[in-house]
């Protein structure tokens, strides 16, 4: 099936679920046995529901993967992918330029238990090369990062990590399985922050996980159903419904940035875009070969680099609400320095360039003139 039609269809069979014609909610926490042997296929929901089933054998569709698993948010399934794969002493090779919310987790959460993480720009081999010792274990990846949409190869730092039997982590948030497949590329797991474009409304809180390694399946399946951070059913429903028109939305989404790009481009009050559509972006030709098109979402660098005039810009859109989030269908705008990434040091930003005066977009599927003319008014003198 192509990706459309996986989409609406994949992974589930209405014939189990009484001809209904959309997956069903399973409103409960437990299944009824007839007998103490009965070998039930659901039996308490913190370990399955026959909703989240049906999420995550899509999930696992569109990720051209043998397994889905969904998770509470998409920090729990960074949570669970993190401690089914580590131990005290091991060492992570993380992207320099990630989430914050994944750069607290690790220097806060996990270094703490006894995991050593080193932050490397990976966009050259020899960067991750230098930085691979005895005891590292795991590659974690973004592709595009956060906020300023830097590319890294996936394929050719998963082929060295896998020399050196690295685990290969993608967040591919940004992408989606849309865009980029990374299982493809040559990691061994792919994580999603389905609150974002995946359930693509601003309505859910929800992560996925996707593998096709049948063992590291069930480490991370042991860690969902043992710290059981897993997503209720009426969320999974909500991202089952999202996911139905992705494709439709990851069009609108692209053709939208790709447009409020070029018109920042050439403001007089802006200092730098960040988008890899745009043939300036250092990654540009490496996103063309690895991702279907470039994306929803376009940071910059205000000429004037200063809190205020980024919360003055802020405040003045109409159109686009000032928010942590991003990948719903209307348009936010986020100011990293302080929301998205407000917890890592203020060096580590300064040498990332993730500024004051930045601001990340994440274009929404409005009207473009609409949406063009909000950003020409925030802007005007």
């Not at 990630?98 to 990976?122: E, N, S």
């Not at 979402?297 to 200063?306: A, G, H, Q, R």
């Not at 719903?328 to 040498?351: C, D, F, I, R």
Request: hydrophobic content about 45%.
């Amino acid at each position: 099936m192509k990706f459309a039609t996986k989409a609406i269809h994949a992974g589930y069979d209405s014939a189990e679920h009484n001809k209904a014609v959309m997956p069903p909610i399973y409103q409960t926490s437990a299944f009824a046995f007839d007998h103490i042997d009965d070998p039930l296929a659901f039996a308490y929901a913190r370990t399955g529901t026959p909703t989240r089933a049906v999420l995550e054998s899509c999930l696992a569709s569109l990720e051209n993967a043998r397994y889905g698993l969904a998770f509470a948010s998409g920090m729990a399934a960074v949570d669970a992918v993190l401690r089914a794969g580590l131990k005290p002493g091991d060492e992570v090779i993380a992207v320099a330029d990630l989430y914050g919310g994944a750069y607290r987790l690790l220097t806060k959460v996990m270094q703490p238990m006894g995991i050593k993480v080193h932050f490397v720009d990976l966009t050259e081999l020899a960067h991750l090369q230098a930085s691979i010792t005895p005891h590292s274990r795991m590659l974690w990846l973004e592709s595009p990062t956060n906020p300023l949409l830097g590319m890294v190869d996936i394929a050719a730092l998963a082929a060295e990590a896998h020399r050196h039997q690295m685990q290969v982590v993608v967040d591919s948030t940004f992408a989606t399985p849309y865009l980029q497949n990374p299982l493809d590329l040559g990691a061994d797991i792919v994580v999603h922050s389905a609150t974002k474009y995946l359930a693509g409304h601003s309505d859910v809180l929800l992560g996925l996980v996707a593998v096709n390694d049948e063992a590291l399946y069930r480490e991370i399946k042991f860690i969902q159903n043992s710290a059981g951070a897993v997503p209720g059913p009426q969320d999974c429903f909500l991202t089952l419904r999202g996911i139905k028109t992705l494709h439709l939305r990851m069009e609108r989404h692209c053709d939208n940035a790709e447009k409020v790009a070029a018109f920042l481009l050439s403001h007089r009050k802006i200092e730098r875009v960040f988008f890899p559509g745009l043939p300036e972006h250092p990654g540009h030709e490496l996103a063309k070969r690895q991702m279907r098109r470039f994306g929803g979402i376009v940071s910059l660098w205000l000429k004037e680099n200063s809190r205020a005039a980024a919360s003055r810009f802020a405040e003045r859109l109409q159109l686009f609400a000032l928010a942590e989030s991003l990948g719903g269908v209307e348009s936010l705008v986020n100011h990293s320095y302080t929301m998205s990434h407000g917890g890592m040091p203020p060096e580590q930003k300064a040498q990332l360039g993730i500024r004051d005066g930045g601001l990340r977009l994440s274009v929404g599927i409005e009207d473009i003139s609409d949406i063009l003319a909000d950003l020409e008014q925030a802007l005007a003198d």
